[in-house]
């Protein structure tokens, strides 16, 4: 285990720029929840429903707005986001344990595999030919990683990933355990004598800073590649199919699916189990709610949603059977309405009938 660092209360101000109201040296060791933390740790209260928590603290620093600063019983460091400054003092109080550089006498490396200062790779991996890793780059137990395939510096791939040939990854690329990179996209042509695959021949091109969550897939490109954006932030069970193109900074939650050749905006927010289908696009700034089904494209910025609450069970199948019945009422409003003006001379607001 790697020994936890502590820091002051200065230091720690000075890290995410807060205006300190408190002992600047007193060493804090840890995070913790406002409701139980400690003297030697810190905490934050993000939203006045925490308020409670934090006038009855024990800890021995809070992260706080301005205007909840006054409820402060402990230190407090004032910020104008206090979760986000919060993350920044929980990683620096708790750095990843790194794995010591060098080879493990298990892992399999071609012999023409590039291998950068401080390098790590775990029992078991398997680096192909031509593979070259930046400096700091950490691959876990049982990971493979293809032919020709290109790491930048610092990342880390754990336990179990696979990375297909010729792929490429930018710097400080984070990838969880079971994340299968670069698999064949799903390519087919129908024929006299049934399906017929079609080769997959792009890459997956992923830029700096992506994290890519567990049990995740990325599907190499048909001819172009797949790319994933710098900053991209993709949570565990994602798929993301043949030649799609994510924009930087874009977050997606879990269990989603991105159908191939869509396009993805930069600085969209894709809620979790959301289902795009493909060749479509999606502008900058677009923010889909979980559950939502895509099926055209967004050309605004803004959000949306498409999903259908729970509810009794008597009661769906009600709303499922009058579903079915709507384009025969449409269909009779609309002779209503024609009716009606033959009577009255005025028009009605109708839509198409076909």
Known sequence: MVEQPSRTLGELAELVGAQLFGDAGRRIRSVGLLGKATGDEIGFCASARYLDQLRSTGAGAAVVREEHSQYCPTAALVVDDPYYAYAAIASALHPRERAAPGVHPSAIVASDAILEAGVAVGPHAVIGAGVRLGRGTEVGPGTFIGDGTRLGEDCWLANGVSIGADCSLGDRV?????????????????????????????????????????????????LEDTVIGPGVKIDNLVHIAHNVHIGERTVIAGCTVVAGS?????????????AITGHIQI?????????????NHIREPGVYSSPLPAQPVREWRRNTVRFTQLDDMFRRVIKMERELEAVTGKQGKRGRSD
Do not use: E, Y
């Open 283 to 295: 502008v900058d700034g677009a923010t889909v709610t979980g559950m939502t089904g895509v099926t």
């Open 174 to 222: 984070m990838i969880h355990p079971g994340v299968i990179i670069g698999a064949d996209g799903f390519g087919f042509a129908p024929g006299p004598q049934g399906w017929r695959k079609v080769p997959q021949l792009g890459a997956v091109r992923i830029g700096d800073d992506v994290d890519i969550g567990a049990n995740s897939t990325i599907d190499r490109g048909a």
């Open 262 to 274: 869509t396009t993805i905006g930069s600085n969209c927010v894709i809620g979790g189990a959301s």
